[in-house]
Every structure is written in C-alpha cells, then in structure tokens.
C-alpha cells in the first residue's frame, strides 16, 4: 500500500503540473517572452534584425558628440577672428597688408576642415545606402564611410596642390597666401554648415534628396563667394573679368566635376551589380 501511495502521488504531482504547463501555452503574451527552446516552448519564429542606423550606433554618437563639443569650443575661441573675416570679407587688402592670422585661428580651421571632411562622408554613406538599391561590396558600414571620407580627402589635397602650383607660376607670394587662407577659411566654414544638415540626417531622418539640395545651396553660396575674391585678388588691378572666369572654371569648377565623376564611379565600383 505504501509503494502504490506513493506512486499514485507522483502521478497525481505530474498531471497538476501538465494542467499548469498548458494553462500558460495558452497565454500568447507569456509565451512570446520565453526564448524559443527554453524548457520546451518552441512557439513562434525569430523576427527580422532591426536595419543598421547611424543614429542607433552608438559609436557613430559618440563621434558626433565629439565633433560638437570640438565645433562649439572652436567656434566659441575663435568668435573674433570669424566676425573679423565676416567684416573685411568685401575689403580690398593690399598687398604690402600682412597676413594677420595667429596659431589658434589656424589650428581652429584645420579642424574644421578635417571635420567637414568626415561630415561629408557620413552624408555621403547615408545618401548612398538610401538611393542605391543594390548592396555594397563592403558589407562594414565603418569601412564604407571611411572610404568616402577618403575620397573627399585626396579630393580636397589634390586640389590643393593643383592651385598651389598654378598660383605659384603665375602670382606673388603674397597673393598665394591670401588665396590659400581664404580657401582654408571657406572649407571651415562650410564645416560649420554642414554639420546641422548631418544631424538632421542622422537623427531626424531628413530626406536624402532635400539634404543633397541644401548642400548643393551651400557649394553655389561657396563658389559665388570664392569668384568674387578670386577677382579681387588676382585680377582686380587688370579688371580681367574674363581672366577671372577662366581661373575660376580651370581650377574651381572643373576639378568639382571631375570629383564628381570620380565618386559616382566609386560608387558604381563599390556596389555590386547584378
């Protein structure tokens, strides 16, 4: 009798626990938290990865958050020294005018240009990945972005150098270095406005296209601007109008075009056709 007591208990034990087993089977919202093949509940399928996003990286955060502390603090020293180009943006300098730019203004404007340059590829990886259809060779999203920042990078030396040379076959000195630092403080400021967009694009979800019109707004503001000083360095003193047309397309519009290009072809190359 005491064998079948306790026989007859454990079965009694066994059937209570079926009957609880599958009263909480039968509660969905219980179930969908137990991960599949965990004590014997196999209901459901794994849902669709959630899709890759700069704003949910959290290193990509990290690095903008960086660039925006870099931008404020730069911006914030260097106040006078930008409302000062601000105000003399339509004076004459002469030429025996010494360049009166310090150190800090310098450094202040190399680290907005190296931060435009990774501005313009972040933006370029996200106008990429939402209008090409097709996946890319390089399946690191890192990598992906560096190469654009790259080719914005020996975009901008090339050109660079290819002034560089012009100006210093055919201009003074003087002259060449009023160019470079005019460049130098165009390319930061560009930075400056680039780096709202690229929030927007980041966070906000702004559309690809409307972004690639403002900075297109921002590059023709650029280069209305960079004509009127090329004249008024260069070929003021000879009122060469036509001189200034033809610099400004030899060495501002053509190389643009030809960047163009190149990063379309970049492009192409990158992803994979079927």
Sequence with gaps: MGSISTITQQQIFDLRTMSVQNYFDRDSM?????????NGYNNGVAGDAVPYTIGNDDIMSIILLVCLVVVTISVSRSREFISK????????????EAITETSPELRFQVIMVLINILL?????YIYITETVVHPFKI????????IMAAIFLA?????????SIVNITFF???????WMHLQLFFHAMEGGLMFPLVLLLVYFNFDAE????CFVVILILNKLLTFYKCWSIFFRQNG???????YFCALEITPLLAFAGAWLAMTDFLKVNF
């Excluded at 003074?172 to 009023?178: L, M, R």
Aim: net charge positive; proline share 3%.
């Design 139 to 146: 399946g690191d999203n890192y990598g992906l972005m560096g």
């Design 240 to 246: 060469g109008i036509l001189q200034t047309f033809l």
């Design 172 to 178: 003074d000195s003087k002259k060449n270095i009023q």
């Design 210 to 213: 409307k972004a690639l019109f």
């Design 155 to 163: 975009f901008f030396l090339i050109k660079w150098l290819i002034i």
């Design 120 to 124: 313009l590829g972040i933006a370029s």
């Design 30 to 38: 219980l179930t969908a938290t137990i991960p599949p093949g965990i």
């Design 85 to 96: 180009q601000i105000r003399n943006f339509f004076y004459i300098q002469h030429d025996s």
